[in-house]
């Protein structure tokens, strides 16, 4: 991020849009946006980003319609007021249910009409958070901080469902859809003292590590604060000031840590219990092919 906003959610919007993607590829049929792409979009933005520092009295207004307080409602409702407000595209639907005969079939994120082209565009987006252990070529060995996700099965899902529901049941889409994308952003945590990066991913996504022990707060000057889940987006900007739990013990569940100096954010780190991976199968070594 090289603009500095001073209103967190203004960040966490600005995030939200120009943050590296954590996969990105012509995959399955699908666009799932580069970094360049999301790059563009934000610049395009830019200007009514620096309107609503300003005041964001517009923004705060929206999110409080957030359906609740889980950090996956928040990003969907910072993705539509983005696609509400640029210029690049029409918003036409949003969280739009498919149904036949009273059951539901799924629910595509975003239909929007790109005002350069005039075609119609089917988007899926999420926000993920996983951590890694061995044979980290493998999505299977990604999970999230709750073990209740894997990000094999979150790839699978949006690979063979959710980016296919407009392509499957097109009678009950109001719009003829033109083309198909995909924005996953995130976070990967990589076991401490792995130099090397999954060759699945975008080269540059966001990265982190994992400890199942305290760092020393005291280690080259940096000092390390828990973070909110609210929190998780947007580098944080004077930490010194920002009023987070600082690290003590190894905590009884997962828990995200910033380690930060003079006020500024140097990277993020998961502190997890001693037995955290008791319970997880580690697969194979084999790399998850991104097919075209």
Same mark, same amino acid.
């Given at each position: 991020m090289t603009e500095r906003f001073k209103h967190r959610c203004v960040q966490d919007l600005a995030w939200v849009i120009q943050s590296p993607p954590m996969i990105s590829g012509f995959i399955a049929g699908t666009n799932w946006w580069s970094?360049?792409?999301?790059?563009?979009? %934000?610049?395009? %933005?830019l200007p009514r980003l620096a309107q609503l520092? !300003?005041?964001?009295?517009?923004?705060?207004?929206?999110?409080?319609?957030?359906?609740?307080?889980?950090?996956?409602? %928040? =990003?969907?409702?910072?993705?539509?007021f $983005?696609?509400?407000?640029?210029?690049?595209?029409?918003?036409?639907?949003?969280? =739009?249910?498919?149904?036949n005969q009273h059951r539901t079939l799924g629910e595509i994120d975003y239909l929007v009409?790109?005002?350069?082209?005039? !075609? *119609?565009?089917? *988007?899926?987006?999420?926000?993920? =958070?996983?951590?890694? !252990?061995d044979g980290l070529n493998d999505m299977a060995n990604w999970h999230g901080?709750?073990?209740?996700?894997r990000l094999d099965k979150k790839f699978d899902h949006l690979c063979n469902h959710q980016t296919q529901l407009s392509r499957k049941h097109p009678e009950l889409v109001p719009y003829a859809v033109d083309e198909y994308a995909c924005i996953v952003k995130g976070r990967l945590f990589y076991p401490?003292?792995?130099?090397? !990066?999954?060759?699945?991913?975008?080269?540059?996504?966001?990265?982190?590590? $994992?400890?199942?022990y305290p760092p020393d707060s005291a280690e080259h000057g940096i000092s390390y604060s828990q973070l909110q889940k609210k929190d998780w987006l947007a580098p944080l900007e004077g930490i010194d000031k920002h009023q987070a739990k600082p690290l003590i013990a190894i905590p009884s569940?997962?828990?995200?840590?910033?380690?930060?100096?003079?006020?500024?954010?140097?990277?993020?780190?998961f502190i997890l219990p001693e037995?955290? $991976?008791?319970?997880?199968?580690?697969?194979?070594s084999t790399a998850v092919p991104i097919q075209s």
């Open positions: 970094a360049e792409k999301l790059e563009q979009e %934000y610049q395009i %933005y520092d !300003k005041n964001p009295t517009e923004l705060k207004a929206a999110l409080k319609t957030t359906k609740s307080h889980r950090l996956g409602h %928040y =990003f969907e409702a910072l993705v539509t $983005w696609l509400q407000t640029t210029s690049s595209y029409e918003l036409l639907l949003s969280q =739009f249910p498919l149904r009409r790109d005002l350069s082209t005039g !075609k *119609i565009i089917h *988007i899926e987006v999420a926000v993920k =958070f996983y951590l890694g !252990k901080p709750g073990l209740q996700d401490p003292d792995i130099k090397a !990066k999954t060759t699945f991913t975008y080269p540059d996504n966001l990265h982190g590590r $994992w400890r199942n569940e997962p828990a995200c840590y910033v380690a930060h100096s003079n006020g500024k954010e140097q990277s993020r780190v037995n955290f $991976w008791t319970n997880v199968q580690i697969h194979g």
